[in-house]
């Protein structure tokens, strides 16, 4: 079944600073790719997502990349703000549906920003 | 717009007691219902989906069981819990498998 990695598990940075997160996918039948951030004590959000079917997305400070050949995405975010320190979650799911339809998540990367 | 529900926020249970769990959604019909266990700084855990009602299906086996007795309304029970059974647990909606899955505030679960 699918397996979805996640890198790094924490990340610091300056406000202003970028921030990148990681993650790789071994199923090359996924085409589905969410981000989902989520606050402490609180259920994820969805905050971007991408198919397989472009390479990039852009929302307003966020993007997601995506290299299928490699089977990597990896999520963007340009000028952080201490508002983004969170823990963010990436997934991946398959084309059918059914158990191999769920979504599949990553292990999850806190990101702190410092002000 | 489409809400999720889930209650209570907060639970502590002795070893041995029963649990449910509730989640309803409002604002759709049919969705697609789910029910994820995140232990602490863990990823998210698969328990059980139901694509209708009465239709559940396990991910993995456990203590746990899950049913869905409205077409909006997902419950999560056990007879008797575990150590282990402590978590985050979250309960998510879809319109169908292709489309984008929502999650609700979730249930902070701790068995003592």
């Known amino acids: 079944g699918e397996n979805v990695e996640q890198h790094p598990s924490t990340l610091s940075v300056q406000e202003g600073d970028s921030a990148v997160i990681k993650c790789t996918y071994s199923?090359?039948?996924?085409?589905?790719f969410p981000w989902y951030k989520q606050e402490l004590g609180k259920g994820p959000q969805l905050i971007i997502d991408?198919?397989?079917?472009?390479g990039e997305k852009k929302d307003q400070r966020i993007a997601v990349t995506l290299n299928k050949t490699a089977k990597h995405f990896s999520l963007h975010i340009t000028e952080t703000q201490p508002e983004d320190s969170a823990v963010y979650f990436c997934?991946?799911?398959?084309?059918?549906?059914?158990?191999?339809?769920?979504?599949?998540f990553g292990k999850g990367t806190k990101l702190s920003v410092k002000p | 717009s489409q809400t999720i529900h889930q209650w209570p926020a907060t639970l502590v249970q002795p070893v041995g007691s029963p649990l449910s769990l509730e989640c309803t959604v409002e604002?759709?019909?049919?969705?697609?219902l789910y029910w994820y266990r995140q232990a602490a700084g863990r990823g998210l855990q698969l328990l059980f989906y139901?694509?209708?009602?009465?239709?559940i299906s396990s991910e993995v086996p456990q203590n746990l069981s899950a049913s869905r007795p409205q077409d909006r309304q997902f419950i999560l029970s056990s007879k008797k819990l575990l150590l282990s059974d402590s978590g985050f647990y979250l309960c998510?909606?879809?319109?169908?498998?292709?489309?984008?899955?929502?999650f609700g505030p979730g249930t902070r679960l701790t068995v003592l």
């Open positions: 998510a909606w879809s319109r169908g498998w292709t489309d984008t899955q929502y």
């Open positions: 199923d090359s039948a996924s085409n589905y």
């Open positions: 991408i198919r397989s079917n472009v």
């Open positions: 997934a991946a799911r398959h084309a059918q549906g059914g158990s191999q339809g769920n979504l599949i």
């Open positions: 604002g759709t019909s049919n969705p697609n």
């Open positions: 139901s694509v209708g009602i009465g239709q």
